[in-house]
């Protein structure tokens, strides 16, 4: 539920929580990397074959810029050769409500939008 003291504020700040929650999943291909992630964990190769029009550059970045937001961590897995796969935190796994409903509500404007161009 969004505060509803009108006035609060009359600029958007980096510590308001609305923000805060869209920043962690700002980005071209960060919804979809938390997407594949959030069914299970994977490796580089498997989240490249899954989302197959990333480039490595791009992926490697938003894996990065994840882990940075403490949204996923980085598992080496025992063995030669070195294997690592990425898996969601608890953080991570939080975010599954906010991504929900942020699918329902675009499938809801898209139809507005649909109906609106008839």
Known sequence: MVPS????????????PVEIALAAVA????????RELMHAPHSF??????????SPKVLADRLHTLRERGLIAQERLPGFPTR?????TPSGRALRPLLVEL???GEHLSHLAGLNQD
Not at 5 to 16: A, F, K, L
Not at 27 to 33: A, Q
Not at 84 to 88: A, C, G, I, N, W
Request: aromatic share 8%; glycine share 8%; hydrophobic share 25%.
């Open 5 to 16: 003291e009108p006035g609060r504020t009359s600029q958007p700040h980096p510590d308001c």
């Open 45 to 54: 190769g498997t989240l490249r074959e899954r989302l197959p029009a990333i």
């Open 103 to 105: 699918y329902r509500t």
């Open 27 to 34: 980005g071209r291909w960060t919804t979809l990397i938390l």
């Open 84 to 88: 690592t796969r990425y898996t969601l």
